[in-house]
């Protein structure tokens, strides 16, 4: 039998809550998530920013995907009053501008602005897609599912856009062209920059 390598369990189910989790002891557990930008609008029409650190797809028929956020943030107020939202995928080159907004959560196109980022039209919604980013997702509320403070907001993904050179680049190049990149710790972020294929 192959020897294991040693390991530090933390044994969080008795805990009412973790505050920090995926912290444990000021370690980030490793599942790290895609960095992306969801955009909003209130029913004044106002739109907003939020950062989120790991979006999932849940269903591909039909196509839903799905991210965890604060009940009470402004990515969640919009979603549940407008009922729609847009994941902006962004680039490595955002990723700095995005740390600094994280916990600002800009509304309204000033904001969006100042804080660097140019709201563009949507195809189907009236929330703004960010036009720095290189893919877009355009979603309608499906579901939610809270747990305390917190909750799992559902979208079905009504349209999907990428930047066109990216379309038209080999697969294996188009993840590199994407600069896709993931929270890791606080201030530490990883990039996808290299790309391989399966072979038997």
Known sequence: MKKQTDKVDFDISGLRGVPTFPMLNGLRFPLVGQTVLISSVSKENVPGLGVRGSVSVFSSSPPIV??????TNL????????GQFIINVPGTDLA??????????PAGEK????????????????????AECKAHLECSL????????????????????????VVDAEVLERYKQLK???????GIYGVIKE??????
């Open 96 to 105: 700095k501008k995005i740390w600094q907004i994280a916990d600002a959560e």
């Open 66 to 71: 799905g991210f965890g956020c604060k009940t």
């Open 180 to 186: 896709l990149f993931a929270q890791l710790d606080n």
């Open 111 to 130: 904001e969006l602005t100042q804080a660097g980022f140019t709201p563009i039209r949507s195809v189907k919604l009236s929330a703004p897609r960010i």
């Open 75 to 82: 990515v969640a107020r919009n979603i549940l009053s407008t």
């Open 195 to 200: 790309t391989k294929k399966v072979t038997s």
């Open 142 to 165: 499906d579901w939610t599912k809270k747990y305390g403070e917190d909750m799992v907001i559902f979208g079905r993904v009504l349209l999907a856009s990428v930047d066109k050179s």
